[in-house]
């Protein structure tokens, strides 16, 4: 039984090119950075979490949330195969004991924050926002996008973000999680606009305060689907 089953709907990906030196203390053991055209990037992630089930099981008041995440990109080699996952330098959460199942288990680092989203869907126009409140300050994304959704393109740069199967995190000690993300290949819809409003130093720390003054590679809006998160296991193995 997968640990855990939810739909993830109305993915905003903020997409920043980074120098690899400030992301090589966060790598964990085992993984390497991974690169898409000899750029490795860090995204602002932010989507609806809805119908979640943990082991089989709907728990109240804790079935649709927000999330809003800062991660980065790594990858695996073992026996012959390349895995390609995530890493995440936050993940904020409204529920806390969300906060607490995945800091406990999976080793993540999960913060439990105010949080809002706003959709707006029309027949023309996609609005979608999300916030979250850190130091009594609201911090938000948003974009404007149009309706008509379109397919991810092989070896593209929206690919590379988005098409990640596995979640890596280091214990701090000898061993790192690895856990599998199942979910099919996602479509997007095109970006009109967009706004970032975040305390970057606040959120996620001196090491990442310089993106506020960062343009964005690319931004996407991704429709999502129905997502399984597999249980974890330790990599003893390491590269």
């Known amino acids: 039984m997968s640990f855990l089953k939810a739909e993830w709907r109305k993915l905003v990906m903020i997409n920043y090119a980074i120098n690899p030196e400030i992301l090589e203390p966060y790598v964990p053991k085992g993984t390497l950075l991974d690169f898409f055209e000899g750029k490795c990037y860090v995204s602002v992630v932010g989507f609806m979490f809805l119908n979640t089930k943990l082991l089989g099981i709907k728990v109240p ?4 949330f927000e999330e809003v995440n800062l991660r980065f990109y790594v990858k695996r080699e073992h026996e012959g195969e390349t895995k390609r996952g995530v890493v995440f330098i936050k993940e904020i959460v409204p529920k806390s004991a969300i906060t607490f199942v995945a800091n406990t288990i999976y080793n993540e680092h999960y913060e439990t924050l105010p949080m809002q989203h706003h959709w707006n869907i029309t027949e023309e126009k996609i609005n979608v ?24 393109s092989p070896n593209s740069e929206i690919e590379f973000i988005a098409e990640h199967y596995w979640g890596y995190s ?12 199942k979910h099919p290949t996602w479509q997007f819809y095109p970006v009109i606009s967009s706004e970032i409003e975040v305390d970057f130093k606040a959120n996620y720390g001196d090491d ?18 129905e997502v399984s998160v597999e249980g974890k296991r330790s990599i003893v193995d390491y590269i």
């Open 61 to 64: 008041f804790h079935v649709n």
């Open 129 to 152: 926002e999300y916030k979250w409140k850190k130091h009594k300050k609201w911090n938000r994304i948003a974009v404007k996008t149009t309706t008509e959704q379109q397919e991810i």
């Open 170 to 181: 280091d214990k701090g000690t000898k061993t790192t999680t690895e856990y599998e993300v």
């Open 208 to 225: 990442f305060e310089f993106l506020k003054d960062e343009k964005p590679t690319s931004i996407f809006l991704l429709e999502g689907s």
